[in-house]
């Protein structure tokens, strides 16, 4: 008996690693996909438009929003990125997971709009290796990262209303928590009424 697809948030400030650990858990599993965002943000060496973004103009971002394609929308140093309901739906259709992998005002949005899709937020070991971290990416003027630090900060307050927290101190060990979290999240009993139906009807 199939399960339904579930709609996942993931979110974590800059420098919490949550690229590195879903890049890991999605090598590790075949029921969930990445739910492909779009961004109005310039494209970065090595991403690949439909893969990682997709990426739009402002105008033709502001379009998919009037046309109702967006599930929900935010602006985000500067650019916009939304989550686009055909992303979701592909693969929920497909009986797949969904991954979304947003920052924390959209992921209030999703479950308003969603009250059972569950969210998982990733924490740094500490805000002393998260200020280290985000001074390791090298490149950067100390504003600039005071100014990334202050926002991861502020993001973190938001980890109190998601549903799972997992903390990146060890790769593989978060990994498997965020593994462990999907599996026992898709066999929460609201989730299997129709395997509970079936089984019961059998004996009856
Ligand atoms: P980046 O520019 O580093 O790829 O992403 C910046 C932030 O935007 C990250 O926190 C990322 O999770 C978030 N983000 C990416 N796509 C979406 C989206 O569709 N909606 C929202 N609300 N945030 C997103």
């Known amino acids: 008996m199939e399960n339904k697809g579930v709609l996942f948030v993931?979110?974590?400030?800059?420098?919490?690693?949550?690229?590195?650990?879903?890049?890991?858990?999605?090598?590790?599993?075949d029921t969930a996909g990445y739910a492909v965002s779009a961004t109005t943000r310039a494209m970065r060496e090595g991403e690949i438009n439909g893969v990682h973004y997709h990426f739009l103009t402002v105008e033709d971002f502001k379009e998919k929003i009037e046309?109702?394609?967006?599930?929900e929308y935010t602006e985000y140093?500067?650019?916009?990125?939304?989550?686009?309901?055909?992303?979701?739906g592909d693969l929920l259709s497909q009986g797949k997971d969904a991954v979304l992998k947003i920052?924390?005002?959209?992921?209030?949005?999703?479950?308003?709009?969603f009250p059972d899709a569950c969210l998982v937020f990733i924490l740094p070991p500490s805000l002393e290796v998260l200020e280290k971290r985000l001074r390791g990416r090298g490149t950067e003027?100390?504003?600039?990262i005071m100014e990334r630090t202050a926002q991861a900060k502020t993001e973190l307050k938001f980890a109190?209303?998601?549903?799972?927290?997992?903390v990146?101190?060890?790769?593989?060990?978060?990994?498997?928590?965020?593994?462990?979290?999907?599996?026992?999240?898709?066999?929460?009993?609201p989730r299997r009424e129709s395997v509970l139906k079936s089984i019961m009807g059998e004996e009856n």
């Open 77 to 88: 140093c500067g650019n916009f990125y939304g989550t686009l309901k055909k992303s979701v």
């Open 168 to 189: 990146n101190d060890d790769l593989n060990v978060a990994v498997e928590d965020l593994l462990g979290v999907f599996r026992a999240e898709k066999l929460r009993k």
């Open 160 to 166: 109190e209303n998601y549903d799972y927290i997992i």
């Open 10 to 29: 993931v979110s974590a400030p800059a420098g919490c690693g949550k690229d590195t650990i879903l890049n890991e858990f999605f090598k590790r599993t």
């Open 141 to 144: 003027t100390e504003e600039k």
């Open 103 to 113: 920052e924390v005002e959209g992921a209030m949005n999703i479950r308003r709009k």
């Open 67 to 71: 046309s109702g394609e967006v599930l």
